[in-house]
């Protein structure tokens, strides 16, 4: 078994993935990208592999999170498999924990769910998400977290229907469950993951600011539960990691103006290849957006990158960083492969040890 990639100030290295797809990509290309990469990081040590959820987006294929944690736990042999998260508000807790149940029992002690209250959609996938329901979940997202939480347990909770009280179970004989992370860029958030004594995972990867005040935040309102009697906490970085910072920096560009046109509200595209980012400049009014935009992600060769997640871990004081490798691919790249991903992963992980 080998050994978690560890440095002194991260205990841990975690991996996100959105199971991007590029524009040489077909989504079964993708996907078969996404489990070599999964695959890569079982092999270095990496504690935790968490998928995304997105929806309608042509430059992503996270769109449904437990079926891509079976296929990523039925690849892999030992990193923890996880949801980056799932949406609530765009679910039942029930069939949430139903289906999450499931991969616990198929694979024990090896799932996570991270649990989110943002759409991932645009507001008419969002709409069909949720059936015409009304509103953001932002009103129910607390009860709803509540009771994910109660039917993962193997004992499931009791329903009270009028005078009679109704047992549900996610699964009939579950032995173990798995384990339940809040997600959020938020103290709504934060104060939630403290209250209800759930670990709580921070996406510094989008927004950048806030990350020590949320995660003191978090620890200042955590109250000890049966699950966890202290604080846990995992932060997320976008990282890109070449033999040079230089070559880091134009590996990174396709996610970068991924990124600039989900913001700048244009058209969704598939994922650039590098050289075809580098030939079509962006508008020069992009360039003060971009910086602001990609100030907190860690891009550079690896002594580099290493040293600035040891910084950003004991600046913020958290137990593990979880890093999505926002690196494209080149012309000629086989289709179904992300070597520059992989090699980010390998590199961040060696200079790590």
Do not use: C, K
Not at 80 to 93: A, E, K
Not at 219 to 246: G, H, K, M, Q, Y
Not at 295 to 308: K, N
Request: aromatic share 4%; proline share 9%.
């Amino acid at each position: 078994m080998p050994t978690p990639a560890v440095a002194p100030g991260v205990t841990a290295i975690s991996v996100l993935d959105l199971v991007p797809v590029r524009s040489d990509q077909t989504t079964a290309d993708a996907l078969a990208a996404s489990l070599a990469l999964a695959r890569v990081a079982d092999e270095i040590g990496a504690r935790r592999y968490w998928v995304a959820e997105h929806h309608n987006m042509p430059g992503v294929a996270a769109t449904n999170p437990p079926v891509l944690m079976a296929l990523v736990a039925a690849a892999t042999s030992r990193v923890r498999v996880g949801s980056g998260g799932v949406m609530l508000p765009n679910h039942s807790p029930l069939v949430v924990a139903e289906q999450v149940a499931l991969l616990e029992a198929a694979y024990p002690g090896r799932i996570d769910v991270g649990i989110g209250r943002a759409p991932g959609a645009d507001p008419v996938t969002g709409h069909l998400l949720r059936r015409g329901a009304t509103g953001d979940g932002v009103d129910t997202f607390d009860a709803d977290v509540a009771a994910l939480a109660g039917l993962v347990r193997p004992e499931g909770v009791d329903v009270r229907v009028g005078s009679s009280t109704y047992p549900l179970r996610a699964t009939p004989r579950a032995v173990s469950a798995p384990q339940l992370w809040l997600l959020g860029s938020s103290s709504y958030s934060a104060q939630l993951a403290g209250r209800r004594g759930l670990p709580y995972v921070f996406a510094h990867h989008f927004a950048g600011r806030g990350t020590d005040e949320a995660v003191a935040l978090y620890r200042e309102t955590f109250v000890p539960s049966e699950a966890l009697p202290e604080p846990r906490t995992i932060a997320v970085a976008n990282v890109a990691v070449a033999a040079t910072s230089d070559e880091a920096h134009r590996l990174a560009l396709p996610h970068v103006r991924s990124m600039w046109r989900l913001r700048a509200g244009t058209t969704p595209e598939p994922q650039e290849l590098v050289e075809d980012a580098e030939a079509t400049p962006l508008p020069p009014e992009a360039d003060a957006g971009l910086a602001a935009m990609t100030s907190a992600w860690v891009v550079g060769d690896p002594a580099s990158a290493a040293a600035e997640l040891r910084e950003l871990a004991q600046r913020v004081g958290t137990d593990e960083i979880m890093v999505q490798p926002v690196v494209g691919a080149t012309r000629g790249t086989p289709p179904d492969a992300s070597p520059a991903r992989e090699q980010t992963l390998r590199l961040l992980a060696d200079a790590l040890a």
